[in-house]
């Protein structure tokens, strides 16, 4: 096999949500597969900056709430004169907010919608200008398992991230014009802060056993194969798809 295909030496990459988890794995496993890349969050991203620069790779980091589109146009700017163009955006941010339907409040039901949906059409739209200029670019939305069926006491997270999938298919579909592909990744459970309530709760562990065919949650470094694959040329007549990541859970529902 043409080892070049998965090569993305040369590329460009923003990560959103990179100072940690799934996104702190995605950013450094672009890093390892040659990618330069911007770092953003709203927290500090030190750590995540400081493993992709062992790897001889530039990376800069950022401030950047995805939800607030002053934050984001300044990210491409400085992206665009750190790097001079912009090929790959990972659409990683995002928060989780648990509770029965009848209970989570308007607010929750908001911030979460705002912060997982709205924060990638932003990042998405800005960037997209820039890559509909170029005529190239690769976007990947992370969205959830959970956008894909009915996961009780998590409404507005699995809504948000059924929402996802409806918006990486539209971009596909508008964008394919440009030489833009748009995939999502749709992972099942992977052990971050985000899940660590989950993962040391014994009946969630008992249900991981018995319902997931690989009987286990993943490391977030298990989700990198996927990114590189859709950041590279490797899957360049591959757009408007969702990936499942989840070890079979959904396969053997
Ligand atoms: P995490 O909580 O460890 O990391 C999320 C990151 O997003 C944090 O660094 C946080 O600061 C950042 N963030 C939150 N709000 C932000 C905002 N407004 N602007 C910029 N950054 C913001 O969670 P994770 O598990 O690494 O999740 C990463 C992505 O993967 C999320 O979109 C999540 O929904 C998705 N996901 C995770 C799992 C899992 O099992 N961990 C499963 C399915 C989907």
């Not at 990198?224 to 694959?229: C, L, W």
Request: charged content about 25%.
């Amino acid at each position: 096999m043409d080892n070049d295909l998965f090569d993305l030496k040369g590329k460009k990459a923003i990560v959103t949500g990179a100072s940690r988890g799934l996104g702190r794995a995605i950013a450094v496993g672009l890093a390892k597969a040659g990618a330069d890349v911007v770092v953003t969050d709203v927290l500090d991203s030190s750590e995540t900056l400081e493993e992709i620069k062992k790897l001889d790779r530039e990376a800069i980091g950022l401030k950047v709430d995805v939800t607030n589109k002053s934050d984001v146009e300044e990210m491409v700017e400085k992206t665009i004169d750190k790097f001079g163009k912009i090929d790959i955006l990972v659409n990683n941010a995002g928060i989780l907010k648990t509770g029965n339907a009848e209970d989570l409040s308007k607010g929750d039901w908001d911030k979460v919608i705002e912060v997982n949906l709205t924060g990638q059409f932003i990042c998405a739209q800005t960037v997209g200008k820039k890559m509909i200029e170029q005529k190239s670019g690769k976007i990947i939305n992370i969205s959830s398992i959970a956008g894909l069926f009915g996961y009780a006491t998590s409404v507005p997270y699995s809504a948000s991230k059924a929402g996802v999938i409806s918006l990486t298919q539209t971009l596909a579909a508008e964008w394919g014009k440009h030489k833009i592909n748009v995939n999502s990744i749709c992972p099942g459970v992977f052990a971050t802060d985000m899940t660590d309530d989950y993962l040391n709760d014994k009946q969630f562990q008992e249900r991981i056993k018995n319902n997931v065919p690989l009987s286990r949650y993943a490391k977030p470094e298990e989700l990198i194969g996927t990114v590189i694959y859709l950041a590279s040329n490797a899957s360049d007549y591959v757009t408007g798809h969702s990936i499942v990541i989840d070890g079979g859970w959904t396969a053997a529902l």
